[in-house]
Every structure is written in structure tokens, then in C-alpha cells.
């Protein structure tokens, strides 16, 4: 990556090609210096490569592939109980952010075990839009976290909500 541009007008493949234009300028760089630009499949991002550069020199980014394969899989319909899994660690996160109360105590607790205010680990939401957040939610659903037991009954916060 060579820079970061704001773009100010509709993403089109024109404007978009228009900004990769003068960055490269910016930076000296010629059109024949260019062998290939990684983008993900979005046709405004190829159309931008096309026109700036010609046919052929646009290469889908691997990692963006991956990820579409992941997310794919795991909205598959015929894979009923990971779904379910997933839609259940998915409901317990969004009750436990969306409690101040449950957050408040799930802090103090972590506080009381000598976890010092910055490095309190707090619950991690599923967001289609953030690469690899759905594993980070379930790694951090498994990782030993004091409060998570507040829905198994030994807590005041125990409800049916959580699960």
C-alpha cells in the first residue's frame, strides 16, 4: 500500500482509477512500472485497475477469497448446528455488551483478579463486515473469563437471554 486517499465523490471505477493515478504520480511511479495491483473482486475496484492500467493487470487478493469462502461456509444453511452455535455464542455477546450492568461487573471482577483497567478482556462481537470476527468472538467466548458464568446461575445477571 502506498497511501491512503479520501475519497470525496461516488466510488466509481473512474474516480477510484483517477486517485490510483495520482498517488502513483505522487510517488514517481509510471504506469509501465505496474506488473499487477491485488484488489478484491469488487467490480468498481477491476473497472478502476482496467481503465488505469489496461486488461488482465488487476489479481483478486487471496486473502479476501478465503475469508468470502469462510463466511460462506459458515452461513451455509445445510450446517444447521454450527449455525446454531454461532447464532447462540453470537446472542450471548450482544446481551453481554449491550448490558452496562453485566459489563460494569464483568470488569470489576477481572479488576479483583489483579487485571489492571486497560487489560480487561471484554466480549468481542460478530460484525460481517470485520474480517475473521466471528473467530476472534468464539476464541474470546472460550478464553476463561470470570463473568461468563453469570449465565450458568451463580450471579444476579443470570438470565434467559444469555443462551
Not at 509510471?30 to 499487477?36: R, V
Not at 478502476?48 to 483478486?60: I, M, P, S
Not at 449491550?98 to 478482556?121: K, T
Amino acid at each position: 500500500m502506498l497511501g491512503v486517499r479520501r475519497l470525496l465523490e461516488a466510488h466509481t471505477g473512474d474516480y477510484i482509477s483517477q486517485k490510483m493515478k495520482e498517488l502513483m504520480e505522487s510517488f514517481g511511479i509510471s504506469k509501465s512500472k505496474i506488473i499487477s495491483v491485488c484488489t478484491d473482486g469488487g467490480a468498481t475496484m477491476i473497472a478502476a485497475v482496467q481503465k488505469l492500467l489496461g486488461e488482465g493487470k488487476n489479481v483478486y487478493c487471496f486473502a479476501h477469497m478465503l475469508n468470502l469462502i469462510v463466511t460462506d461456509g459458515l452461513e451455509d444453511k445445510n450446517n444447521k448446528p454450527l449455525k446454531k452455535l454461532i447464532d447462540l455464542v453470537k446472542s450471548f455477546m450482544t446481551y453481554a455488551r449491550h448490558s452496562s450492568n453485566f459489563m460494569d461487573a464483568l470488569r470489576a471482577e477481572q479488576q479483583r483478579d489483579g487485571v489492571p483497567e486497560g487489560g480487561v478482556a471484554l466480549f468481542i462481537q460478530s460484525v460481517p463486515t470485520q474480517w475473521n470476527s466471528t473467530f476472534y468472538m468464539r476464541s474470546r467466548f472460550v478464553t476463561p473469563i470470570p463473568l461468563r458464568s453469570t449465565c450458568s446461575g451463580k450471579s444476579k445477571y443470570k438470565t434467559k437471554k444469555c443462551f
